[in-house]
Structure formats: structure tokens, C-alpha cells
């Protein structure tokens, strides 16, 4: 199993980010995907989350800025962020969930973001 996160790196206040998960060795479209963050001092949080019929679910800090989507014909994750803040700096972790509740069962090994000028 493998999740692989790309699309992290510097942005100015107010820029734009377009995260992408990359998986394979499970069934894709079969698993919940979630996208979690963790900033320096600080425990993981979650971001945002889509079900198998690709229904979105927002942490309450990112509503209206953050979009999630999933490809399961390229069984890809993805997180469009915009208006980020100096607060969203953190690094950012995908993630995949077969079970409609519970915790995660894989993840990838994150991005970072970091939102300065």
C-alpha cells in the first residue's frame, strides 16, 4: 500500500495550493479519504474528507477555502486550497479509511505547506 502526497511548498498569504494524493495497492474506490495536517508543536488535525460517492466533509476552519475531490479511475485524492493563512503552514498527510467510522487505516507520509510572505 502506498499514498504519496505532492504539490506542498511556499506560498504567499492569500495564495492558492492544489494538494494530490497518489495511491495504489488497494482498492481505492472502496475507501473514505481523508486529508489531515500537523503544525510544528501542535497534534494532527483533520482537513477534510470524501466518501466513496465522493460526498465532502470540511473541518470547520478551512469552509469556503479548501475543495477535496477524488479520480477513482486514477485513484487520486486531491485538495484545492485557496485564501490560505499563515496558520494553514503545517505539513499535510492523505489518508484512506474502508470502515464508514473508525480511524484511519493507511497514510502517506505528507507535504509540507508553508504559508509566508
Known amino acids: 500500500v502506498q499514498l504519496v502526497e505532492s504539490g506542498g511548498g511556499l506560498v504567499q498569504p492569500g495564495g492558492a495550493l492544489r494538494l494530490s494524493c497518489a495511491t495504489s495497492g488497494f482498492t481505492f474506490s472502496n475507501y473514505r479519504m481523508g486529508w489531515f495536517r500537523q503544525a510544528p508543536g501542535k497534534e494532527r488535525e483533520f482537513v477534510a474528507s470524501i466518501s466513496r460517492g465522493s460526498s465532502p466533509f470540511y473541518a470547520e476552519f478551512v469552509k469556503g477555502r479548501f475543495t477535496i475531490s477524488r479520480d477513482n479511475a486514477l485513484n487520486t485524492v486531491s485538495l484545492q486550497m485557496n485564501s490560505l493563512k499563515p496558520e494553514d503552514t503545517a505539513v499535510y498527510y492523505c489518508?484512506?479509511?474502508?470502515?464508514?467510522?473508525?480511524?484511519?487505516?493507511?497514510w502517506g507520509q505528507g507535504t509540507q505547506v508553508t504559508v509566508s510572505s
Open positions: 489518508a484512506a479509511r474502508l470502515s464508514v467510522q473508525g480511524t484511519y487505516d493507511y
